[in-house]
């Protein structure tokens, strides 16, 4: 499974980014999706999940702000993030786990919120 992460940058607090990612190499569908995140000298964390039938959880720091998405026509997860805070800086990572349990890593993408 290949995954590219993109729509990191700058942002101003309480604005808005979209992350997406792009799967290949597997059926995409049946993969449990996810999204963490590394915050410089943190240990990378969960941040929302997203599973084969569409069911998601999220980490209680994003709940309400951050909304997981999936389109298997399309192979791609997306991270909805709405009032960002500057604690939710770190580099973002796509995740993929599909039924045999091996995780999938993308190359992270950087997510700065600053004023």
């Known amino acids: 499974v290949q995954l590219q992460a993109s729509g990191g940058g700058l942002v101003q607090p309480g604005g808005s980014l979209r992350l997406s990612c792009a799967a290949s190499g597997s059926r995409f569908s049946i993969n449990t999706m996810g999204w963490y995140r590394q915050a410089p000298g943190k240990q990378r964390e969960l941040v929302a999940r997203i599973y084969s039938d569409g069911s998601t959880n999220y980490v209680d720091f994003v709940k309400g702000r951050f909304t997981i998405s999936r389109d298997n026509a399309e192979n791609t997860v997306s991270l909805q993030m709405n009032n960002l805070k500057p604690e939710d800086t770190a580099v973002y990572y796509c995740?993929?786990?599909?039924?045999?349990?091996?995780?999938?890593w993308g190359k992270g993408t950087l997510v700065t919120v600053s004023s």
């Open positions: 995740n993929a786990l599909p039924p045999w349990g091996i995780n999938y």
